[in-house]
């Protein structure tokens, strides 16, 4: 028996451990993903204001503070059981794609682009990006301007990039002014074009990876994603949906407060992530995947037009139920053209500048459940509160917890396929890391940062002999 | 102003949010963030010369330092500083323009808003040497 450890992995949010064990002939036998550390929001915020939630859970994370707060905003409109004007509902969506478009930015070009540009075996002290910006400087510089597009938009809107309080229960607490508007209208169709020309370069060299493909947790699973109530895609609002690796439509039109109906939560002894499955088939049978590519999976349009033609191309390629983790890559980029569509859409709503952003109420329900599409995935915040308003319980179920059984399952076929024990190389290991970063975790969600990163792998004996060594 | 300012830091920290105090006092021109990000690279090659603003552990509190910045490359972007944006100015955009850095020293930077008095001294020195490097 022999041991692998990559620890931590390096360019994903947050930080996460890898073991794969070896038998004695240095085949793999069994791999998992660690999340090694507990944030707490769950428990310490009981005995909050409900109204404190969103500005405390929006801490949870700086990648994605915006999901959290609309996830959380929307409990909490249901505990003050109001309907949100509608221009305060088209703001909170346009923050949103402002921060779809940022945070896919972050993960295609900052974290994943070092593998598929520069490739999964290229020397590692390269593969990082600087070498990025050595190699290709343009696409790097492209990255850079589309993130700031998407954070700009967010300080435009709401005040500050990160953390913003503008979101409160009811609505959001100021109108859009024609300035921000036109300022954000400028901007847009330069980050519409670099997003068009990153989606051009992905499918001309996507099917180079094709063993990647393969085996990059290209397993059946169940999908889940909010769509509207004709099945388009929804970032903001909409219901829940289930759909099996084979295309079919396994459940639909999940109301939030039914959540719990369908999505159980299980541990793991070896992670402090927790483990959802779909609850009417169990553990086993029941791992479902979330995210961009689930999105794409179980909508059956994006509803913009450059979008939708990617949407229709992505699925030609693809099938119905694309499988392969490693097409969460294209669906993300599919998704930040949506999000620029619709922000150019939600933009040019006269509504949009309306003054009427918020309503006014206190507790008139002990229970809400408020559920929006995080970049990485559904995001449920679920809180229980007391007659004056007290947190009493609260439930947040991340993006990257959905995915947690998926990951786990992913690594084990990527190290199956790709490790040797006897001769062990880094290109192996990358593509270990590598399945787990095009998921896109945000580990921020659930541990907290601690240390640099750093890649340290041991190769042990069956008795604890180290026989080889790689470090990162 | 010729001269860019970002002021950065956490103000839920205590006296880690001297940067951004600074640069809010400046108002329109300057910066204030909670971190710097890469996305700053761009704005700062643009730049005729940038003044940093950071609470610094190291300067007694109530006092500040002006440090030298140069450009420092480095491929980890959990963690920005001064140097590696100006590393990436200079990489992605053709120019790192000069640069310091001033830290401010700080008293607590334990859980909550607002500056100790030792750290306020400071950010009002830092807005004196900003404002007479500007001449404003």
């Not at chain 1, 699925?315 to 620029?340: C, D, K, P, T, V």
């Not at chain 2, 007694?60 to 420092?72: F, M, N, T």
Request: proline content about 5%; hydrophobic content about 45%.
């Amino acid at each position: 028996m022999k041991t692998i450890r990559i620890d931590p992995v390096t360019r994903i949010e947050g930080h996460a451990r890898i073991t794969i064990q070896l038998n004695d002939e240095g085949r793999v036998t069994d791999a998992q993903l660690h999340v090694t550390q507990v944030r707490g929001f769950e428990k310490f915020t009981e005995g909050r204001p409900f109204y404190e939630m969103p500005s405390i859970t929006a801490r949870i994370c700086g990648i994605c503070p915006v999901s959290h707060l609309l996830a959380s905003v929307k409990a909490c409109d249901a505990i003050m059981a109001v309907q949100i004007p509608e221009t305060a509902a088209l703001l909170r969506e346009l923050l949103h794609c402002g921060q779809f478009v940022q945070s896919h930015a972050l993960s295609f070009f900052h974290l994943s682009a070092p593998d598929l540009l520069l490739g999964m075996d290229s020397d590692p002290a390269r593969r990082n990006v600087l070498g990025l910006i050595e190699q290709h400087p343009e696409r790097a510089r492209n990255g850079i301007a589309l993130r700031k597009f998407g954070q700009q938009a967010i300080e435009w809107l709401a005040g500050e990039r990160i953390h913003p309080s503008w979101t409160v229960p009811g609505g959001v607490n100021a109108p859009l002014s024609p300035e921000a508007r036109d300022r954000i209208l400028a901007e847009l169709p330069a980050a519409k074009a670099i997003v068009r020309r990153t989606l051009a370069f992905f499918k001309g060299v996507v099917d180079q990876f094709a063993e990647e493909i393969a085996n990059f947790g290209n397993i059946p699973t169940l999908y889940a994603g909010l769509v509207d109530a004709t099945g388009g895609l929804q970032l903001y609002d909409g219901k829940l949906r289930f759909r099996d690796a084979e295309g079919n439509l396994v459940a639909d039109q999940i109301r939030a407060p039914q959540y719990a109906q369908y999505i159980a939560e299980t541990t793991l002894p070896t992670s402090y992530l927790k483990a959802p499955y779909y609850k009417p088939l169990g553990v086993s049978d029941g791992v479902y995947r979330v995210g961009p590519l689930a999105r794409l999976n179980v909508a059956d349009r994006c509803g913009t037009p450059e979008a939708d033609a990617e949407f229709a191309e992505f699925h030609q390629r693809y099938g119905r139920a694309a499988g392969s983790a490693f097409h969460y890559h294209y669906a993300r980029l599919i998704e930040a053209l949506y999000a620029l569509e619709r922000m150019e859409a939600l933009l040019a709503d006269q509504a949009i500048l309306d003054k009427h952003v918020r309503a006014h109420a206190g507790v008139n329900a002990l229970e809400g459940v408020g559920i929006a599409e995080a970049p990485r995935g559904v995001l449920i915040h679920h809180y229980k509160v007391d007659e004056n308003g007290a947190i009493r319980w609260a439930n947040l179920i991340v993006a990257t917890g959905h995915n947690n059984l998926a990951m786990n399952r992913s690594v084990r076929q990527v190290s199956e396929h790709f490790i040797d024990g006897n001769h062990l190389r880094e290109g192996m290991l990358n593509r270990v890391s590598a399945v787990v970063r095009a998921y896109d975790p945000c580990l921020s969600c659930s541990t907290h940062a601690a240390g640099m990163p750093d890649i340290h792998v041991r190769l042990l004996g069956a008795d604890g002999t180290l026989l080889d060594e790689l470090r990162q | 102003m010729n001269t860019l300012v970002i002021g950065y830091g956490n103000s839920l920290r205590g006296d880690d949010g001297a940067g951004p105090f600074v640069a809010r006092q400046l108002g329109a021109g300057a910066i204030a963030c909670h971190q710097l990000t890469p996305e700053l690279a761009e704005t700062i090659s643009q730049a005729p010369q940038v003044v940093f603003v950071d609470a610094h552990a190291g300067v007694h509190a109530g006092q500040i330092a002006v440090l030298s910045v140069e450009p420092r490359a480095s491929a980890a972007t959990h963690r920005f500083d001064p140097g590696t944006l100006l590393a990436w100015s200079q990489l992605l955009y053709g120019r790192a323009p000069a640069a310091i850095l001033i830290g401010i020293g700080g008293k607590s930077f334990a859980l909550g808003e607002g500056l100790s008095p030792a750290a306020k001294r400071g950010a009002r020195e830092a807005l004196r040497a900003i404002r007479k490097m500007t001449g404003q």
